[in-house]
Each structure stands twice: as C-alpha cells, then as structure tokens.
C-alpha cells in the first residue's frame, strides 16, 4: 500500500542550530514529492517539491531536502533554524501522472532560544 | 492576489445537527480539494473537483456527508447529521490542473460537535 512516514512526531532544537526531518515513502515507483508547512490556525504551504532531475531541491525559506532512491527518503534539511521555523511539517507524495496526494503525519518543530 | 477563502473559521455545533462549510478557491484553478485533517495528523483527502465534477470521492463518507461546486467555483461541504467523531479541521485547496500541480490551501474549518 502507499504510504508516507514521517518518524519524529517531534523535534525540538536550538535556534541557529541545523535540522533535518526525515521521510520515507513506500510507492511503486518514484512518485512527485513534496514538504509543505502549516503554522498554528493556518492551511498548509509548500515548501519544496521534486519531480525529477537534481536530487537536491531547494524550497523557500532557506529550506532544502534531498530525494534518495535507494533509501526511499525525502529528508528536509535547513541549516540555521530561525524562531519562526516553530511549525508543523508534512512530507507528502502524488503519483506520477497523478492528483491524489498522500500526507504524512507530520514532524512538530518546537525552537527554542 | 486573494489565496483560498474559507468560511467559518471556527464552528461548535451539537451532534446530529446539521452544519455546512464554503470554500472559494484561488481564481483560474480547476481543481479543488477538500481535506479532513484529525489533530496530530496530516490532511486526508476528502473529495477532488475538476471543474463542477467530482472525480474522486471515494473517501467521502456519503451516508452523511455531501458536496458540490456549482459553477465550477467555489464549493460547499455538509455534513448532516453531525457526529462527535467528525470534529476536525476541515481545510480546503485548490490547484491547477495538472498532474502534480502545487496546492493552495486555505486556513481551514475548525469543527466540534459536542
């Protein structure tokens, strides 16, 4: 089945220090990929995605994530974490061809002076 | 430009009552989506439109739950009767159409049945 994990349901860090959140899918082949970010009492945005080509994307934000195969992995990785990085992160895929998206649980990221 | 406009923002009603959430997506995109989201988990895909159709609402629970976009525009969500399982965010998006395509979400409906 399809499916989309996220394994930290939380992480916290230091502000200035680096992040990496951590996804893994599991799909018959190579779907679209996509981070998106949802503040408090607010929709989802995204961040990042990737179809095809490099394998690190960069986002908005200072954002990065990087798609590798052989692990089935789409980590999102920034390097400096800013106070309003406090979110919650979804990692998500479509199919290729395809509209339907599937979400990940997400990661809440708690920042902290 | 405006992004997705969604309406109420926060909804309290009592079980087995009816209540209806409206959504008016970004203008020029097709497809719109509604969302359930529970707390701590990601969005789950209630119902896609293309246009006025809906191509896919296999996860729509259709004892109680309808939709439609007249129009092609903006679209409407109900749920009647409410049950104290469905309090949730309700979040609505919308995208061109095109595999793939980024979606847009609005900030959501916040439902609880009591």
């Known amino acids: 089945a399809q499916s989309v994990t996220q394994p930290d349901i939380h992480i916290t860090v230091s502000e200035g220090a680096s992040l990496e959140l951590r996804c893994n899918y599991s799909y018959g082949a190579t779907p679209y990929l996509f981070w998106y970010v949802q503040s408090p009492g607010q929709g989802l945005q995204l961040l990042l995605k990737?179809?095809?080509?490099?394998?690190l994307v960069q986002g908005i934000k200072g954002f990065e994530a990087e798609f590798k195969r052989s692990q089935s992995s789409f980590n999102l990785r920034k390097p400096s974490v800013h106070w309003s990085d406090a979110a919650e992160y979804f990692c998500a895929v479509v199919a290729v061809g395809g509209f339907k998206t599937i979400f990940g649980a997400g990661t809440r990221l708690f920042v902290k002076a | 430009e405006a992004g997705v406009v969604q309406s109420p923002r926060y909804k309290i009603i009592e079980k087995k009552q009816p209540v209806a959430f409206w959504c008016n997506p970004i203008?020029?995109?097709?497809?719109l989506y509604w969302y359930l989201q529970n707390l701590g988990q990601g969005p789950e895909l209630l119902i896609r439109?293309?246009?006025?159709?809906?191509?896919?609402d296999s996860q729509l629970p259709k004892d109680r739950f309808s939709a439609e976009r007249l129009k092609g525009v903006d679209s409407t969500l109900k749920i009647q009767p409410a049950e104290l399982g469905d309090s949730a965010v309700y979040l609505c998006a919308s995208s061109f159409l095109e595999p793939g395509s980024e979606q847009y979400f609005g900030p959501g409906t916040r439902l609880t049945v009591t």
């Open positions: 990737y179809f095809s080509g490099d394998t």
């Open positions: 203008s020029g995109h097709n497809t």
């Open positions: 439109y293309e246009n006025e159709e809906a191509v896919d």
